[in-house]
């Protein structure tokens, strides 16, 4: 079973850990951040912005509106 005090005699495990989820976070809000200031959507460009949810949000987002973008391309 799972024990609280083993994080504390292996810390290197759970800065890997935070690692790992940090740059998962970056690259996702990243994406959203580029997509929502491309298609100038300031509302969602804010809200990824400011609320942290580990780049779920982001991934939220590139999935709603991934159609626009191909709409757009038949349109021309």
């Known amino acids: 079973m799972f024990e609280l005090y083993s994080i504390y005699e292996q810390p290197g495990w759970s800065l890997l850990a935070l690692i790992l ?9 990243g994406l959203g951040l580029w997509h929502a200031a491309q298609r100038k959507q300031k509302g969602w460009f804010v809200a990824i912005l400011i609320l942290n949810t580990f780049g779920l949000l982001s991934i939220i987002y590139l999935i709603w509106f991934k159609d626009a973008k191909k709409s757009k391309s038949r349109k021309r």
């Open 21 to 29: 989820i940090g740059i998962w976070s970056l690259i996702w809000k």
